[in-house]
């Protein structure tokens, strides 16, 4: 427990795990009332993928920006910014579906706000963890711990947004979304951090972004781990795209059906997380990686065509499992791996191959879908996990990639 919990022992972190873990509750709440809303409305599979689309797709365009601000700037202040940006969209979109005048393009519009305010969150969120830890041994538990929170989240909101759902409406998850940032902001303010040192002499914006590039292209440990996670982005990862499909159509159940398998999927995501958690000092990430994606693959392959609820809640927790581990390696492979200096370029990068192939991936699933059926779209999503991961598994058994640089 005591290896497991570590990065506690750092009072700023433990500031921002707790405002973060009350936030993210509600950010997953917004997520899943808004998949809800748009496929309760439209019935379209290939708008699910929109959705999805409009919220991260301004994330692959601006990161690259993002990470620059990162790096330039104080990353503190770039944080409270976005995190106080993102409770205001939370509450304009709780005030348009409480008038009860609303229509799908204006949910996607505010769905794109919320994916620029991302773009420039993300690359400053992730490396502000170096800053908030002391005791640079425990870098990597920080990061594991970190995904840990977030899966918590995706275990407890998807779960209290199909309740609120069903017996309150859209609205109130919403604007329970919106109250949930005041304890991230109010945990950032009670932060006491080193006093910042801006960098005196500046670059190009095309410089900096041609020296970050240049920096992951002659770093193969980081241009293999971005690569896999580019990849398994685009073509894997948006299988839940296609949940509410399975909740509506394939276990004939409602909003709280939807909930509960978002839910089971973040239990196999959480305890993906604590189990990285818990690893000590040394281990091979790289073999960590080819044994998640191949969880990921079978699982999918499993969940695709099950029509009954309980086993198949059991494959999607393995999916769970799988997806975010192969997640957390890799951003960890990243962020060890890294320096300082570049870290949130490198970061803006993996933004880009992140929430740009998310996006991409579920239109394309989503389309996909329409043609040839949810089942058959995600048992494709599964083989071709193992496909990648086929691809790179002599890679990643031959190169050591330990949690220590």
């Known amino acids: 427990m005591n290896n ?12 921002y795990f707790a405002g973060q873990s009350i936030s993210l509750i509600g950010t997953w709440m917004q997520r899943t009332a808004v998949v809800w809303v748009v496929y309760t409305m439209t019935h379209s599979t290939f708008m699910l993928g929109l959705s999805v689309f ?62 620029t305010i991302n773009a420039f969150d993300v690359p400053a969120r992730q490396p502000l963890i170096h800053e908030l830890i002391s005791d640079k041994a425990d870098i990597a538990n920080g990061l594991a711990l970190n995904f840990s929170m977030v899966n918590l989240a995706r275990l407890v909101g998807p779960a209290l947004s199909g ?10 998850c919403f604007l329970i979304n919106g109250l949930s940032f005041m304890a991230v902001i109010a945990s950032l303010m009670l932060m006491k951090l080193p006093t910042f040192n801006p960098i005196t002499e500046r670059k190009h914006i095309s410089a ?21 996670l580019l990849l398994m982005s685009l073509l894997v990862l948006p299988y839940d795209t ?32 604590f189990f990285l958690a818990s690893l000590k000092s040394g281990r091979n990430f790289n073999k960590l990686l080819l044994f998640t994606n191949i969880i990921l693959g079978i699982a999918l392959i ?3 065509h099950l029509s009954i609820f309980w086993p198949a809640m059991l ?46 991936g579920s239109l394309i699933i989503g389309s996909l879908s329409q043609e040839i059926g949810a089942p058959n779209t995600i048992l494709f999503q599964g083989i071709i996990a193992l496909v990648i991961t086929g691809f790179f598994a002599r890679y990643l058994i031959t190169h050591n990639t330990s949690q220590q640089n």
Not at 165 to 170: E, M
Not at 208 to 227: I, Q, S, V, W
């Open 4 to 15: 497991t919990f570590r990065a506690f022992r750092n009072r700023n972190y433990s500031l």
């Open 54 to 115: 409009a919220s991260q797709f301004p994330s692959f365009i601006f990161s690259l920006y993002g990470g620059i601000l990162s790096d330039r700037y104080n990353r503190y202040k770039i944080l409270l910014f976005t995190q106080t940006a993102s409770m205001f969209q939370a509450i304009l979109l709780t005030i348009l579906i409480l008038s009860k005048h609303y229509e799908a393009w204006e949910i996607l519009a505010l769905s794109a706000i919320l994916g």
């Open 163 to 172: 309740i609120v759902l069903g017996k309150f409406g859209a609205g109130i």
């Open 208 to 228: 900096e972004l041609l020296e970050g590039f240049n920096y992951l292209k002659n770093t193969p440990t980081l241009r293999t781990t971005l690569l896999i």
């Open 242 to 273: 296609l949940l509410p499909v399975y909740a509506k159509e394939i276990f004939k159940g409602d909003a709280a059906t939807f909930g509960y398998i978002s839910s089971f999927i973040g239990l196999g995501a959480i305890a993906g997380s």
């Open 302 to 304: 499993l969940f695709s």
């Open 315 to 360: 494959f999607a927790c393995l999916s769970g499992f799988g997806a975010i581990s192969q997640n957390t390696i890799c951003l960890t492979i990243v962020q060890v791996h890294t320096d300082a200096k570049m870290r949130g370029r490198v970061m803006s990068y993996v933004a880009m191959a992140y929430f740009g192939m998310l996006p991409i």
